[in-house]
């Protein structure tokens, strides 16, 4: 018996959740890398800055240090630069860190810090400009001196202050976009899993509802398709008949005599005499043909695309097989025959008058002395003389033939 199977579906199933499984986990990856990036951007401005202011207190205690080293006119030029320069800088800080998510209170000292320096600048300033012009003396280095190094110390620990607060910030926002991303990746894969597991419970269903079908259309000794099976097919085929217009036809067969099979052997050495006929018609067939096991000894054979001729022709072929089939164990001795009807389908429109035709034909068979095939049209032919004779003769005469052999 050839059925659908349901590996279509699994494939289906395995496709639809591979391709959930690969968007899921592209999706993780780009909201990973977007995280991460987000994290960078938004500290990296601020750290930038905050480096870069870090370089005036330097560059403040180096001047300071060659100021006392000697009292050169051009490290007060330097001081008058940096003093241009260090307000810039910490206005850049002031807004950076007004534009980052930093809590206020966090650094709201250190800002009092800066303010506090920007606050002595002018003093510095005016230190250095009286320097500048009244020349540099002892008394003009040490204010210059004393203010220096208070707005260099000053600086100097807002800035680290701020560097570190800064990090420490950056360090704890990417653990814990990376906690949320694993959080994510730990609920899609759930989800999957989830997925998966309905995907396997419907392919199970899908297996075993497919399964219980198959067995209410198997017949369980052959293995064959039973009369359910059989007039499903043969209702697609007429199906196909009627929109393409192939011919169809219809072959019943029934073994000869084989209740002395079960009576002299038993009735498991007849079941294996069943099973043996059936591999033998299957063997016979082509792919399209559907052989089923009707009942008892009587089996049908479906033949899509075939004339009547073609069903003739398979027909000899099987009365042939069935005559040189060997038998199973303690029948081995026994010669098997079976009887045939065969039809094409004209102008029945259904299976069960199709079958009722070919009945007539190989209870016929039957009648005209068993071991043979009969086949016929829908309504008598008038033969020569008037006749009404059925389209069976080359197979009857073969199987008639073959009779008298014997
Ligand atoms: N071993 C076995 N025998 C079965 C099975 N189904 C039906 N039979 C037997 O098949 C036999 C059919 O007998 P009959 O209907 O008289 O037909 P026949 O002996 O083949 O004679 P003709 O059909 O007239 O040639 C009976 O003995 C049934 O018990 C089965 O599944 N296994």
Not at 180 to 204: K, S
Request: glycine content about 6%; overall charge negative.
């Amino acid at each position: 018996m050839r059925a659908t199977s349901s590996r279509g579906l699994g494939l289906r199933l395995v496709a639809a959740f591979s391709l959930i499984a690969l968007l899921c986990a592209l999706a993780v990856a780009y909201y990973v890398s977007q995280a991460r990036q987000q994290v960078g951007a938004d500290y990296t401005a601020l750290v930038t800055d905050v480096v870069r202011a870090q370089q005036d207190p330097a560059a403040l205690r180096m001047t300071l240090d060659s100021l006392i080293d000697s009292q050169d006119r051009i490290h007060l030029e330097q001081i008058h630069a940096l003093l241009w320069r260090i307000p810039r800088r910490i206005e850049g800080v002031r807004l950076q860190l007004r534009r980052s998510e930093l809590v206020p209170e966090s650094y709201g000292e250190l800002l009092e810090e800066l303010d506090h320096v920007e606050s002595r600048l002018p003093a510095l300033e005016a230190s250095v400009d009286v320097a500048a012009e009244q020349g540099l003396d002892d008394q003009g280095s040490e204010a210059i001196l004393a203010l220096g190094m208070e707005v260099e110390e000053g600086l100097a620990w807002a800035y680290s202050e701020l560097n570190e607060l800064v990090h420490r910030a950056s360090a704890d926002q990417r653990q814990l976009m990376e906690r949320l991303a694993l959080a994510v990746a730990v609920l899609l894969l759930l989800l999957l899993l989830a997925i998966a597991a309905v995907m396997r419970m419907l392919f199970h269903l899908h297996r075993q509802r497919e399964t219980m079908r198959l067995q209410s259309r198997t017949d369980e000794l052959t293995a064959l398709g039973n009369r359910r099976w059989l007039s499903e097919a043969a209702g697609e085929a007429f199906e196909r008949r009627c929109r393409h217009g192939v011919p169809l036809s219809l072959m019943l067969l029934d073994l000869d005599h084989f209740k002395r099979i079960n009576d002299a052997y038993g009735h498991p050495v007849g079941d294996a005499v069943l099973v043996a006929f059936s591999q033998t018609l299957e063997r016979q067939v082509r792919r399209v043909d559907r052989v089923a096991r009707m009942g008892g000894e009587e089996f049908a054979i479906l033949m899509p695309d075939s004339e009547l001729a073609d069903a003739e022709a398979l027909a000899e072929r099987i009365l042939r097989a069935t005559r040189a089939m060997p038998l199973p164990g303690p029948a081995a001795e026994h010669r098997l025959t079976v009887s045939i009807g065969v039809v094409e389908a004209e102008e029945e429109r259904s299976f069960d008058r199709l079958y009722s035709r070919a009945d007539q034909l190989l209870y016929r068979a039957k009648a005209d002395g068993r071991d043979r095939a009969v086949a016929g049209h829908a309504a008598p032919r008038p033969a020569a003389g008037g006749v009404a004779a059925y389209h069976d003769a080359g197979v009857a005469q073969e199987a008639l033939s073959a009779n008298t052999r014997r």
